[in-house]
């Protein structure tokens, strides 16, 4: 069957402008790639990947890496022996080892990626209160097509940035690598999430790579080009955004939330 799908045009993000870091990505431009353990969600990124159900072949390929990235400047003849003392010694196929190694796993995820969420939509009043503080923050539109321009054009040197559509489920998915190189494990870990949180229709920048060490990248002019004022944002911060906006050399519009009348939901009014 043909996949009918259609990408958003514009992604979201929700910010607090009473926090001295959100206010950044205004005044600076800038996005800050959060480190899985400072996800709100404990399982958000922490799907185990089933190297107990690895071929032996695959196994041997993944010994065979980890010792060639940490121990570069070993000839050949000491890190095949190196491959083979870690073979012998550890049980790789055991789902024991694993689950004992967990955290070890886990914190190489929280050093090499981070991410930077957006939802689908701008409307949910959930997201509002969860993001934006209790909506007297803000949030932002990013151009999809920016978006993955910004993901293609920024990946450099020991940086990647994948742009990716999180999916929801009720099950962990089973992830067991093929290979040495095969990524879709950790990819797919970091994309699937419990279907309790599917109303943020959440999309993703993951960053991985240990070259960016503050966490922080400028979106120049892939940035926002439009801004919506939560429905209960105090008048000063509304100023001061809004006089921030103007010192910005693109177009950006600007809108202000407001509660409706007859149904629990918000318009927008443009500023």
Known sequence: MENTEVNPDVLY???????PHHKRIIT????????PN??????????PIRYDKASPETIRELVKGFVASNFPDQNHQWRREKEKEILKKYPL?????????????LNQKNINFGIFS???TNTDILLWSHYSKNHQGFCLGYSFDSLSDFSLNQSYLDIH?????????????????????????????????????SYEKEWRLIMVGR???NRVISMRKYSFNTIYLGCKIPDEHKDEILEEIKKKEREIKVYQAKMRKDKFALDFDLV
Request: aromatic share 16%; with cysteine; glycine share 2%.
């Open 118 to 120: 957006l939802s689908g």
């Open 161 to 197: 940035i994948d742009f990716v559509k999180v999916k929801y489920s009720v099950k962990y998915p089973l992830l067991i690598p093929k290979g040495r190189d095969d990524i879709k494990p950790t990819r797919k870990s970091f994309m699937t999430k419990a279907i309790n949180w």
């Open 211 to 213: 070259a960016n060490k």
């Open 38 to 47: 400072e996800l709100n969600d404990p399982f958000d990124c922490s799907i």
């Open 13 to 19: 993000k929700f910010r607090d402008w009473s926090n």
């Open 93 to 105: 196929t055991d789902s024991e080892f694993w689950k004992r190694n967990d955290p070890i796993w």
């Open 28 to 35: 600076n431009d800038e996005i800050y790639f959060a480190s």
